[in-house]
């Protein structure tokens, strides 16, 4: 990612990627799915730096970002053993923490409201 673009291209970007990722969990193509996953995780931690640089480590958007990463990785792990991966609730995930990046950046800020209920969803074993 270049150091030019802007959050608004970073954010434009995931929402596409998680279509992507979508299509790729509904024809069965983990592999390709956990690529996609892992610019998802590069892009959120390059805008994570720039939030960072900009306003320094305890903003509310970077735990925002954090926060997206942990999602990102917990449906990753999820591909990688084998579970049972429901596309459309993959993509709502991720959606709903892409509003809150959306939200974030738009309001300059973001309340209490985090991730957590998303990412608290363990994975299961069997």
């Known amino acids: 990612m270049k150091d030019q673009e802007r ?60 926060d997206y990463c942990e999602l990102v990785y917990e449906i990753n792990e999820q591909i990688w053993y084998g579970e049972h991966i429901n596309p459309g609730k993959v993509y709502r995930y991720l959606n709903k923490s892409f509003g809150l990046m959306k939200e974030g950046r738009i309001k300059g800020k973001q309340g209490q409201n985090s991730l957590i209920s998303v990412t608290q969803h363990k994975r299961r074993r069997h």
Do not use: F, V, W, Y
């Not at 608004?8 to 956990?34: F, R, V």
């Not at 480590?57 to 925002?64: F, G, R, S, V, W």
């Open 7 to 66: 959050p608004e291209d970073s954010l434009g970007l995931l929402a596409q990627i998680h279509e992507e990722i979508k299509e790729a969990l509904e024809a069965k193509n983990g592999a390709a799915a956990m690529k996609l996953l892992e610019q998802c995780q590069s892009i959120a931690l390059e805008m994570g730096n720039r939030e960072e640089a900009m306003k320094g480590k305890n903003c509310e958007m970077t735990a925002i970002l954090e």
